[in-house]
C-alpha cells in the first residue's frame, strides 16, 4: 500500500466528528498521508456520496485508500465492505448504493465484508452510532498502512450481492437522448447529467450545433430551448445557456457566467431527467 488515506463523509466541520477519524488512523500508522475528498455531502445522501467518489477516485494513484462514510442506516444490519476497484484502489463504506457509480463507470474487481474482530477499533464495542470512527476509519487506516491485507479483513462476498443504484444509465433513442441530472456543480449551478459524451456523439452532434433541451420534473416540462453544443464557456455570451461536456466527460447544461438551477428553480434526480434532441435545419 501507498499510506495514502483519503476520507468523505456528511460530517462537516462543525464539530469533532472528522478530527477523531483523523486521530484514529494516525493512531494506527502516524505517517499516514491523510486527505480529505468532501465533509459537506448533504446529510444522508448515499447517491451525493456516490458521484463524488465518481469525480475523485480514478485520479488517484494505485494502492489508495477511500473511507465514505455517509451512514443512515448506522448500527443496523447493512454490511459494511471494503470494495476493491479495477484500478487498485479500495473504497471502505457502508454497502448502502455509495459505491454504485464507482461500480459502473470503473468497475468492481472484489469485495470484502468487514469482520468487527478485525476491523473495528479496540474498546469500542459498546458504541453503535459513530462506525465512521471505530469500524471505517480504523479500517482504512490497517489497509492503507498495510498493517493488514485486504483479504484478511474479512470473508469475500459475491458482487451480485452489492446494494447499487437503479436507473443511473441514460435512454438512447436514433434522434435524441433522455437523461437524468446526477447532480450540480455545487458552487455555479451547472447542471451535470448521465449522459457521456461519447453516447451523446452518437446522434451525430458536433460542437457548434443547436440542440432542442427540455428539462421534466415527472410529466412536467420545466425548461425548453434550443442551446448550442459548445466547447466552452467563452463560447457564448454572458448570461446564454449551453452544453458542453464537463470534467466527468459527460454533458453538462450552463449558463455562461450564471446559475443554470437557480434561474430555472431545477432539481436533480428522480423525478428530474433531461431529453436532448438534434435540431433539424
Given at each position: 500500500?501507498?499510506?495514502?488515506?483519503?476520507?468523505?463523509?456528511?460530517?462537516?466541520?462543525?464539530?469533532g466528528?472528522?478530527?477523531?477519524m483523523?486521530?484514529?488512523a494516525?493512531?494506527?500508522?502516524?505517517?499516514?498521508?491523510?486527505?480529505?475528498?468532501?465533509?459537506?455531502?448533504?446529510?444522508f445522501?448515499?447517491?451525493?456520496?456516490?458521484?463524488?467518489?465518481?469525480?475523485?477516485?480514478?485520479?488517484?494513484?494505485?494502492?489508495?485508500?477511500?473511507?465514505?462514510?455517509?451512514?443512515?442506516?448506522?448500527?443496523s444490519e447493512r454490511?459494511s465492505?471494503?470494495?476493491?476497484?479495477?484500478k487498485?484502489q479500495?473504497?471502505?463504506?457502508?454497502?448502502?448504493?455509495?459505491?454504485?457509480?464507482?461500480?459502473?463507470?470503473?468497475g468492481?474487481?472484489?469485495?470484502?465484508?468487514?469482520?468487527?474482530?478485525?476491523?473495528?477499533?479496540?474498546?469500542?464495542?459498546?458504541?453503535?452510532?459513530?462506525?465512521?470512527?471505530?469500524?471505517?476509519?480504523?479500517?482504512?487506516?490497517?489497509?492503507?498502512?498495510?498493517?493488514?491485507?485486504?483479504?484478511?479483513?474479512?470473508?469475500?462476498?459475491?458482487k451480485?450481492?452489492?446494494?447499487?443504484?437503479?436507473?443511473?444509465?441514460?435512454?438512447?433513442?436514433d434522434?435524441?437522448?433522455?437523461?437524468?441530472?446526477?447532480?450540480?456543480?455545487?458552487?455555479?449551478?451547472?447542471?451535470?447529467?448521465?449522459?457521456?459524451?461519447?453516447?451523446?456523439?452518437r446522434l451525430?452532434?458536433?460542437?457548434?450545433?443547436?440542440?432542442?433541451?427540455?428539462?421534466?420534473?415527472?410529466?412536467?416540462?420545466?425548461?425548453?430551448?434550443?442551446v448550442?453544443?459548445?466547447?466552452?464557456?467563452?463560447?457564448v455570451?454572458i448570461?446564454?445557456?449551453?452544453?458542453?461536456?464537463?470534467?466527468?466527460?459527460?454533458?453538462?447544461l450552463?449558463i455562461n457566467?450564471?446559475?443554470?438551477?437557480?434561474?430555472?428553480n431545477?432539481?436533480?434526480?428522480?423525478?428530474?431527467?433531461?431529453?436532448?434532441?438534434?435540431?433539424?435545419?
Amino acid at each position: 500500500m501507498n499510506k495514502l488515506l483519503v476520507f468523505q463523509s456528511d460530517f462537516g466541520y462543525s464539530d469533532g466528528a472528522v478530527a477523531a477519524m483523523t486521530g484514529v488512523a494516525l493512531c494506527v500508522d502516524p505517517t499516514l498521508k491523510i486527505y480529505n475528498l468532501t465533509h459537506d455531502i448533504p446529510p444522508f445522501d448515499s447517491f451525493e456520496a456516490s458521484y463524488r467518489l465518481l469525480q475523485a477516485v480514478p485520479y488517484w494513484p494505485e494502492g489508495t485508500v477511500f473511507v465514505t462514510v455517509v451512514d443512515p442506516g448506522v448500527g443496523s444490519e447493512r454490511k459494511s465492505i471494503v470494495a476493491e476497484t479495477r484500478k487498485g484502489q479500495y473504497i471502505v463504506s457502508p454497502d448502502n448504493g455509495s459505491i454504485s457509480h464507482i461500480a459502473r463507470s470503473i468497475g468492481i474487481r472484489r469485495v470484502f465484508e468487514i469482520s468487527e474482530e478485525v476491523g473495528r477499533r479496540k474498546n469500542s464495542e459498546n458504541s453503535h452510532t459513530f462506525h465512521g470512527r471505530d469500524i471505517y476509519a480504523y479500517t482504512g487506516a490497517l489497509l492503507a498502512s498495510g498493517t493488514v491485507r485486504v483479504e484478511e479483513i474479512g470473508p469475500e462476498i459475491s458482487k451480485d450481492e452489492l446494494r447499487l443504484f437503479q436507473g443511473i444509465e441514460p435512454i438512447v433513442t436514433d434522434s435524441k437522448v433522455r437523461g437524468m441530472i446526477e447532480t450540480l456543480d455545487v458552487r455555479f449551478g451547472s447542471l451535470w447529467t448521465n449522459i457521456s459524451r461519447e453516447l451523446f456523439e452518437r446522434l451525430g452532434i458536433q460542437p457548434g450545433d443547436v440542440i432542442d433541451v427540455s428539462i421534466y420534473n415527472g410529466k412536467t416540462r420545466m425548461y425548453r430551448s434550443f442551446v448550442n453544443f459548445s466547447h466552452t464557456f467563452a463560447d457564448v455570451e454572458i448570461g446564454e445557456p449551453l452544453l458542453y461536456v464537463n470534467s466527468m466527460d459527460h454533458i453538462g447544461l450552463a449558463i455562461n457566467q450564471g446559475n443554470f438551477a437557480k434561474a430555472y428553480n431545477i432539481g436533480t434526480r428522480d423525478p428530474w431527467y433531461i431529453v436532448l434532441e438534434k435540431k433539424e435545419v
